[in-house]
T-cell receptor, first 114, second 116 residues
Framework: DAGVTQSPTHLIKTRGQHVTLRCSPI?????VSWYQQVLGQGPQFIFQ???????GRGNFPDRFSARQFPNYSSELNVNALLLGDSALYLC?????????????FGPGTRLTVL | DQQVKQNSPSLSVQEGRISILNCDYT??????FLWYKKYPAEGPTFLIS???IKDKNEDGRFTVFLNKSAKHLSLHIVPSQPGDSAVYFC????WGWGGSQGNLIFGKGTKLSVKP
């Protein structure tokens, strides 16, 4: 069975640009969460979506937005990129997105902002 | 304020011996705890989890212990193998906490090196 997939694998952007990252969850999983991981830190929660609705949002500016599609795939959008947005962006999927669901992560998208 | 703490940035053990990775948390609302393993340039891989209603969970060479009164959990790997060398993250979640029902809070990770 396919795991969580993310695209692209790597991305290089310049300050001020916009970026869209994509995620496909494990088949049957209805919840997708996004995390940002900077070097030397654990992943930090950005968004959670369940059945196309935002269920939770972490402490990130409004430049970050996301959505979930009817097939449960998801996009993370970041506007007006800053150097500090350089990080590994991880997508995780779970069955129903409740606290006792195990979240399974994709390989991540490495974003570099120059 | 860090709610999930892994105070040892690194750990080195000999192949065949036991590896013990520790994690402390401060939020008593956490009801589910997980351990993930991460290799460079890859996403975290789920290892094992434990619900707050249990104090131990085993899966093969991996055992997680939870001490709720001390707000402490540990991951035991026996026997340790060179392929276990990776960064291990402890994570926790709580029903309805932080505006989300599935918001994982991660520690900073512990880098485990298993020497042949």
């Amino acid at each position: 069975d396919a795991g969580v997939t993310q695209s692209p694998t790597h991305l290089i952007k310049t300050r001020g640009q916009h970026v869209t990252l994509r995620c496909s969850p494990i088949s049957g999983h209805k919840s997708v969460s996004w995390y940002q991981q900077v070097l030397g830190q654990g992943p930090q929660f950005i968004f959670q979506y369940y059945e196309k609705e935002e269920r939770g949002r972490g402490n990130f500016p409004d430049r970050f937005s996301a959505r979930q599609f009817p097939n449960y795939s998801s996009e993370l959008n970041v506007n007006a990129l800053l150097l500090g947005d350089s990080a590994l962006y991880l997508c995780a999927s779970s069955l129903d997105g409740i606290s006792t669901d195990t979240q399974y992560f994709g390989p991540g998208t490495r974003l570099t902002v120059l | 304020d860090q709610q999930v703490k892994q105070n040892s940035p690194s750990l080195s053990v000999q192949e065949g011996r036991i590896s013990i990775l520790n994690c402390d948390y401060t939020n008593s609302m956490f009801d589910y705890f997980l351990w993930y393993k991460k290799y460079p340039a890859e996403g975290p891989t789920f290892l094992i989890s434990i619900s707050s209603i249990k104090d131990k969970n085993e899966d093969g060479r991996f055992t997680v212990f939870l001490n709720k009164s001390a707000k402490h959990l540990s991951l035991h790997i026996v026997p340790s193998q060179p392929g276990d060398s990776a960064v291990y993250f402890c994570a926790a979640s709580a029903w309805g906490w932080g505006g989300s029902q599935g918001n994982l809070i991660f520690g900073k990770g512990t880098k485990l090196s298993v020497k042949p």
